[in-house]
């Protein structure tokens, strides 16, 4: 998280100064609690090309110091959108995750992430450049930065966020209520009790159908 937040202080202060970036993290959980994620990072083509600079050029050089830092991870370049509205950058895969907490407890998955610090740390970076800008004003000029995370089983419930079956994916730059963290509760469907009920209803029935045709034979 927080090479990602000081990479989105970065393209923040970029941001004060022309153009709008995206940033976003992608994590799975699987049923036995492991997380893994990725995340994306696009800048406005016309900011890669500030300073008269090729935006090949410049994508390539900026893949390969990010890959120098993290030599574990891998780095696809992506873009989208076209003219004024092209974005490019990179996804990287194989993130650090390990200040994701991770809880499981028989059925029940829990993740929780701390957003408030990642918040100020966005703004305070963007202070330490010389500048200033709020969440909200970052948001109105187009910037975007969020977390989405795609649990085992339906979410059961979210503190915050937009919550899609199994997906919660998270605005850091909303207000979310004020709140400090996110916590996701994920609960596995007993299958066991559902068998045990279905094979009950099926005994039923069959009882029901023996009974009748025995009714019927008599007549």
């Known amino acids: 998280m927080k090479k990602f937040i000081r990479l989105i202080a970065l393209c923040c202060f970029a941001l004060l100064l022309s153009g709008c970036f995206k940033s976003r993290i992608s994590l799975t959980v699987s049923k036995d609690g492991v997380i893994t ?10 900011m890669l090309e500030m300073g ?4 090949d050029t410049a994508l390539n050089s900026w893949i390969a110091q990010e890959q120098e830092k993290y030599p574990d991870s891998e780095f696809t370049p992506i873009e989208e959108g076209e003219g004024d509205q092209l974005y490019r950058g990179y996804r ?10 991770v809880t499981k407890e028989k059925n029940t ?7 408030d610090s ?3 740390d966005v703004t305070d970076s963007i202070a330490e ?4 800008a709020t969440l909200e004003q970052l948001k109105q000029s187009g910037a975007e930065a ?6 085992p089983q339906k979410i059961e419930s979210a503190n915050i966020g937009t919550v899609d079956g199994r997906t919660v994916t998270v605005d850091l730059f909303a207000d979310n209520g004020g709140a400090k963290e996110l916590v996701v509760v994920s609960k596995a469907t007993n299958s066991l009790g559902i068998l045990i009920y279905a094979g009950i209803g099926i005994a039923v029935l069959a009882a029901i159908f023996l009974i009748l045709r025995s009714k019927g034979n008599k007549a």
């Open 52 to 55: 008269g600079t090729d935006s």
């Open 37 to 46: 994620g990725t995340s994306e990072t696009l800048l406005q083509n016309s």
């Open 146 to 151: 969020k977390i989405t995370i795609t649990m």
């Open 129 to 132: 450049m010389g500048q200033s």
């Open 92 to 101: 990287m895969t194989n993130i650090d995750t390990s200040e994701y907490k």
């Open 118 to 120: 990642a918040q100020s």
């Open 109 to 115: 998955i829990t993740v929780t992430i701390q957003i």
